[in-house]
C-alpha cells in the first residue's frame, strides 16, 4: 500500500470524500469546461472559493492548516 507520509491512500481517499473534496473540484472542473475562461487554473480557484464561501452561509472561512 502506498503511502503519503505516513498517510495510506485509503486513509487520504477517505478524507477527501468525507469532505467533498473530489466532488468539489469536479464541479469547479465541469464550470471551466462550460465557460471556458483565458485562465483556468485561476478560474477552478476562483470556483472553489466560492463555494467554499457559499457553504460556509457568506461567512469567513478558515484558512488551510
Known sequence: LHTM???TAQKA???LAAHGVQDAIAAAVAAVVRARPTDPVGAVGQ??????TA????APVEGPG
Open 13 to 15: 481517499t477517505a478524507y
Open 55 to 58: 457553504k460556509a452561509g457568506g
Open 47 to 52: 470556483h472553489l472559493v466560492a463555494q467554499r
Open 5 to 7: 507520509r505516513g498517510v
